[in-house]
Each structure stands twice: as C-alpha cells, then as structure tokens.
C-alpha cells in the first residue's frame, strides 16, 4: 500500500509564501507522476502542478510563476513553493502520485490534504 503525507499547510497574509510538503511511503512500488491538486470552497479540485519523473513540469495558468513544483525521486517527495499568495489561492491541497506496485500494477494515490488559507 502506498501512502501519500502532506504538509506545510496554513495560513499567511496575500502575498506571502508558503512551501507544501508531500512524501510517499510503502512497500516496493515505484512512482511517475507526482503532483498537487487543489479544491477550494465551493469550487471542483484542479490541477496545480505536477512533475514526471524525469524533471517535466506542467503548470496551472493561475500559478505559472508563482509557484514551483520539485522532486525527490531518491526520497519519493515532491514539494510545492508558493509565492504570491492571493486569497483566491484559498483551497485544500492535494497530493497526488501515479504509482506502480508489483500487488497492484498502476494506481493513483491521493493524500488527505492540507488546508492553505491566504487572508488578511
């Protein structure tokens, strides 16, 4: 089973920083994708950002610029550097993997979240 832990979470003022954490945890699997999603009040998730394994990097439109999305394949991590925040960055944020275990084949795991609040 594979695991997905966020962190970093909180609040900060419109125009401050905050720099989400996620690690993946288990037995033997191995991971493509990673990424982060979000879902805002009264909003349907959306994609964020995400990062193959080779280093390629794709970008919401909202957060080109903004935010930064690395990776850790060696310590199965992904992060994600906000900058900028604006209250409309408002959201639960989702971490989110593409993953492949000899039990299971492809899987896709999702944290539990961490809630980013932006407000003055």
């Known amino acids: 089973q594979v695991q997905l832990v966020e962190s970093g979470g909180g609040s900060v003022q419109p125009g401050g920083s905050l720099r989400l954490s996620c690690a993946a945890s288990?037995?033997?699997?191995?991971?493509?994708?990673m990424g982060w999603y979000r879902r805002a009040p009264g909003k349907q998730r959306e994609l964020v950002a995400t990062?193959?394994?080779?280093?390629?990097?794709n970008y919401a439109d909202s957060v080109k610029g903004l935010f930064t999305i690395s990776r850790d394949n060696a310590k199965n991590t992904v992060s994600l550097q906000m900058n900028s925040l604006k209250p409309e960055d408002t959201a639960i944020y989702y971490c989110?993997?593409?993953?492949?275990?000899?039990?299971?084949?492809?899987?896709?795991?999702w944290g539990m979240g961490t809630q980013v609040i932006v407000s003055s």
């Open positions: 989110n993997a593409g993953a492949y275990t000899p039990k299971t084949g492809y899987l896709e795991v």
């Open positions: 990062v193959t394994r080779e280093g390629s990097t």
């Open positions: 288990g037995s033997a699997f191995s991971i493509y994708t």
